[in-house]
């Protein structure tokens, strides 16, 4: 046991994910908090706290935990709230369930994400659409020009770090090729056994310049959860407990054009030092990546590599299998699934486990996991470590 850890991931709970319509939003989270139950052994009356990350399909008013609470049957808890930081919540939830643990508020706490934007397919109608241009002119000139939405605003900031660092497509190619490598062994990977090559990546259609569809993020349906308690008791439970040795935030503010920096450079000050260990003791990086350029700027902003070597650092296959660094053992969010922060932490915890299969890093002890919100706004930090 690490003397560090006084609280432990115990339970993990994924669903399926992807093109999945069975179930709505809340439905999606019940399921998950059923599966991360049943992975540690746990039953609901065992749970104290509830902490909820929702998706853009909860439409609940701010009130999803509560939603949650009533959809699960829960009763009497001493922790519930419904949170939101974009995707640098996942790791933001483990952090609060973690201190309210530590301040004896609580003693076992779900952290939870689902969604459920994908429709199912419908016949065509027929009926005639306005133009996008129409549309887009309406919303504003810049709109009208293609400048609207999260897609671009990084792509913005991307083209800005290629043009001061002399970033490339390729750069942020072998990023995406890498990941699909790592998803060919995950089989809960929506992009498991779909080969992806440089030249497939060159040849996909253009998203906002820079970014070709390959480096953005999938969209998917599902639920994942996690089950946090003490450290102690963690050891008493169905799975091998996965350790939370450091935690982290950093919301920098500012112009991300001006900076080119993430929250990563301010939330490792504090999650380093509190697990006790520096960059080279990290076994495997989880980075939270709806862009390849995201994951490419946290390597930067941690000190992996430093500012604006991003690009050659990952040009040689470091990150892929085999490779000296692992990033996104499960294929991420760009080839596995779009949990937003979850889905970094799930792969900590299932290589913390040695549960990878085909993709287990041999020997990980340590995993940096990370989450990111808006346009590198928000962030969060773990450290996380085997209780093997």
Same mark, same amino acid.
């Not at 040689?316 to 000296?324: L, M």
């Given at each position: 046991?690490?003397?560090?850890?006084?609280?432990?991931?115990?339970?993990? *709970?994924?669903?399926?994910?992807?093109?999945v319509y069975?179930?709505?939003?809340?439905?999606?989270?019940?399921?998950?908090?059923?599966?991360?139950?049943?992975?540690?052994?746990?039953q609901?009356?065992?749970?104290?706290?509830?902490?909820?990350?929702?998706?853009?399909?909860w439409?609940?008013?701010g009130?999803g935990?509560?939603?949650?609470?009533q959809?699960? =049957?829960?009763?009497?808890?001493?922790?519930?709230?419904?949170?939101n930081? =974009?995707?640098?919540?996942?790791?933001?939830?483990?952090h609060?369930?973690?201190?309210?643990?530590?301040?004896g508020?609580?003693?076992t706490?779900?952290?939870v994400?689902s969604?459920?934007?994908l429709?199912?397919?419908?016949p065509?109608?027929?009926?005639?659409?306005?133009?996008?241009?129409?549309?887009?002119?309406?919303?504003?000139?810049?709109?009208?020009?293609?400048?609207f939405?999260?897609?671009?605003?990084?792509?913005t900031?991307?083209?800005?770090?290629?043009?001061?660092y002399?970033?490339?497509?390729d750069?942020?190619g072998a990023?995406?090729?890498a990941?699909?490598?790592?998803?060919? *062994?995950?089989?809960?990977a929506?992009?498991?056994?779909?080969?992806?090559?440089l030249?497939?990546?060159?040849?996909?259609r253009?998203?906002?310049?820079?970014?070709?569809?390959?480096?953005?993020c999938?969209?998917?349906? *599902?639920?994942?959860?996690?089950?946090?308690?003490?450290?102690?008791r963690?050891?008493?439970?169905?799975?091998?407990?996965?350790d939370?040795?450091?935690?982290?935030?950093?919301?920098?503010?500012?112009?991300?054009?001006?900076?080119?920096s993430?929250g990563?450079?301010l939330?490792?000050?504090?999650?380093?030092?509190?697990a006790?260990?520096?960059?080279?003791?990290?076994?495997?990086?989880?980075?939270?990546?709806c862009?390849t350029?995201?994951?490419?700027?946290?390597?930067?902003?941690?000190?992996?590599?430093?500012?604006?070597?991003?690009?050659?650092?990952?040009?040689d296959?470091k990150?892929?299998?085999g490779?000296?660094?692992?990033v996104?053992?499960?294929? =991420?969010?760009?080839?596995?699934?779009y949990?937003?922060?979850?889905?970094?932490?799930?792969?900590?915890?299932?290589?913390?486990?040695?549960? *990878?299969?085909?993709?287990?890093?041999?020997?990980?002890?340590?995993a940096?996991?990370?989450?990111n919100?808006?346009?590198?706004?928000?962030?969060?930090?773990?450290?996380?470590?085997? =209780?093997?």
């Amino acid at each position: 046991m690490n003397k560090q850890a006084t609280s432990a991931i115990a339970g993990l *709970g994924v669903t399926p994910q992807g093109k999945v319509y069975d179930h709505n939003a809340v439905g999606f989270a019940v399921e998950a908090v059923r599966l991360a139950l049943d992975d540690a052994g746990l039953q609901r009356e065992d749970l104290d706290g509830l902490l909820l990350n929702p998706g853009i399909s909860w439409n609940d008013g701010g009130l999803g935990s509560f939603q949650l609470q009533q959809a699960l =049957g829960l009763r009497d808890l001493r922790l519930s709230c419904t949170m939101n930081a =974009g995707g640098a919540t996942a790791c933001a939830m483990i952090h609060h369930a973690t201190e309210a643990i530590a301040a004896g508020q609580c003693t076992t706490v779900a952290c939870v994400f689902s969604d459920a934007p994908l429709r199912p397919p419908q016949p065509k109608s027929g009926t005639k659409q306005g133009s996008a241009s129409a549309y887009a002119f309406s919303r504003g000139l810049d709109a009208a020009y293609g400048m609207f939405g999260i897609n671009a605003r990084y792509a913005t900031v991307a083209q800005r770090h290629m043009h001061l660092y002399g970033t490339t497509s390729d750069h942020l190619g072998a990023i995406a090729v890498a990941q699909r490598q790592w998803a060919h *062994g995950n089989p809960q990977a929506q992009m498991s056994g779909k080969p992806l090559s440089l030249d497939d990546y060159h040849a996909s259609r253009w998203i906002a310049e820079p970014f070709h569809l390959f480096d953005c993020c999938l969209v998917s349906n *599902g639920g994942l959860a996690v089950i946090v308690t003490s450290a102690e008791r963690a050891r008493d439970l169905r799975k091998p407990p996965v350790d939370v040795l450091g935690m982290g935030q950093g919301h920098p503010g500012g112009d991300p054009l001006d900076t080119l920096s993430s929250g990563a450079a301010l939330a490792k000050q504090t999650a380093l030092p509190m697990a006790g260990v520096e960059l080279a003791d990290i076994d495997v990086v989880e980075l939270y990546d709806c862009y390849t350029f995201t994951v490419l700027v946290c390597l930067e902003d941690y000190g992996f590599c430093a500012k604006g070597e991003g690009g050659p650092f990952v040009a040689d296959g470091k990150t892929a299998p085999g490779g000296s660094l692992p990033v996104n053992t499960g294929g =991420g969010q760009l080839s596995s699934f779009y949990m937003w922060g979850m889905t970094p932490v799930s792969e900590a915890v299932i290589q913390l486990r040695g549960e *990878g299969g085909e993709r287990q890093v041999a020997g990980a002890r340590t995993a940096l996991v990370s989450g990111n919100g808006g346009i590198l706004s928000t962030h969060s930090t773990l450290i996380l470590g085997s =209780g093997r």
